[in-house]
């Protein structure tokens, strides 16, 4: 058996022991003598594991009660049609922050339901290389959220704060950060993330929701299909239809791993040693650059470029022989991305560090 570093940007690198675990119980789960993925989501032990899945997740990032945990499929791209369609109230005004492709794209979203959406900061100007000031927006009295894309996978940059949004229910794609580092559940009306980098398999996004944020299908301002409306979830506990069982089965195992490396806390630890690691040999370099402002430094999603393309090219080709993938950068900003997850050992982090040391003296100009 061969395992590489793997530093896609997601689908992602999981937990080497959950998929052992996973491995283990393919063929008989818990003495059931068939699979998850082969299970009524209606059995007695898939009803354990969407429990479990949620208590974990309600424990490690300590959610109020007040705040529902939904599971819903179609990844988090479905959910930038289904934060309009929840969240607009008669005004259907809402403040959005463009920091990246994912913030614009959730805007442009939005815009198909209103055209009272604005933009109210953003990071354009520079190429989305940082995060701008949120301390003072124009939020209006009017507005129904202020939403942000917390971690721009492909640019590389986080919000370190969260703005202040004047009051206003803060809604949060977490999808390239989520239990990376504790956050406050309560500072925030929507946090959702699609899986498929820190926490699963991907088809599948975890939506956090304020309860009084979730509306009957009566008091929603826009006809909403059923699978779109939050509501649907939380009175069926993301039961209605049949749901990712084989994500959520492997979400769960990934809740219970952060669980016993000693929770978010630890996580974050580990996060921040790895990311120092990488981001220390960038700023030694005389190669590779990284270019986004270090004050807005993401510690999930690492980017750098040596400013020649055919240079990268050849990186990202040779990093293959050396047990590094998915390295390349996303083809709108092109170089490299290191997406080094939660489930990245820092190992791993050591490995492309020493490669890319071994390249730059190799190719030094
Ligand atoms: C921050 C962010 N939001 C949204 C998405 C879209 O997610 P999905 O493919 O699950 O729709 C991605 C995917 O890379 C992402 O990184």
Redesign the pocket.
């Known amino acids: 058996m061969k395992r590489v570093y793997n530093f896609s ?2 689908p992602a690198v999981l937990p080497e022991e959950v998929l052992k675990e996973a491995q283990e119980e393919i063929f008989d789960y818990a003495d059931t003598g068939i699979s998850v993925m082969e299970m009524s989501h209606r059995s007695k032990p898939f009803e354990k594991i969407i429990t479990d899945a949620e208590k974990d997740l309600r424990e490690l990032m300590s959610i109020p009660d007040d705040y529902k945990v939904l599971f819903a499929q179609g ?4 959910q930038f049609a289904a934060v309009p369609m929840n969240l607009m109230s008669e005004n259907k005004q809402a403040a959005y922050i463009e920091t990246g492709n ?1 913030s614009k794209k959730a805007f442009e979203e939005a815009k198909i339901f209103s055209d009272k959406v604005r933009i109210v900061a953003s990071s354009k100007d520079r190429n989305y290389t940082y995060i701008p000031d949120c301390s003072d927006l124009p939020i209006d009295e009017k507005d129904d959220y202020v939403y942000i ?1 917390e ?3 492909i640019f590389g940059t986080t919000f370190k704060n969260i703005p202040n949004t004047k009051g206003k229910p803060l809604v949060s ?1 977490q ?2 950060c989520f239990l990376s580092k504790p956050v406050n559940v309560s500072d925030y009306g929507v946090i959702y993330a ?1 899986v ?2 820190n926490v699963g398999p ?1 088809g599948m ?1 975890i939506i956090i929701a304020r309860g009084d944020l979730i509306k009957d299908a009566e008091e929603l301002q826009f006809p909403t299909p059923t699978m779109l409306r939050w509501k649907t979830y939380s009175d069926s506990g993301s039961l209605y239809n049949t749901p990712n069982c084989w994500s959520i089965y492997i979400c769960g195992k990934v809740f219970k791993w952060i669980k016993s490396i000693g929770g978010l806390e630890e996580m974050q630890k580990r996060n921040e040693e790895k990311a120092k690691i990488l981001y220390d040999c960038l700023d030694s370099s005389k190669l590779f650059v990284n270019g986004v402002e270090k004050s807005s430094r993401s510690i999930m999603n690492v980017v750098f470029k040596t400013g020649d393309p055919e240079l990268d090219a050849k990186f990202v080709a040779e990093a293959k022989d050396h047990g590094i993938i998915s390295i390349k950068g996303h083809r709108i900003v092109g170089g490299m991305r290191a997406s080094i997850y939660n489930a990245m050992p820092k190992e791993g982090v050591i490995s492309l560090v020493r490669f890319m040391e071994k390249f730059e003296k190799e190719n030094a100009r």
Do not use: L, P, R, Y
Not at 75 to 78: I, K, Q, S
């Open positions: 940007a997601g990844g988090a791209t479905t994912f894309c971690n721009n996978t794609d999808s390239s699609g498929q980098k991907a996004a």
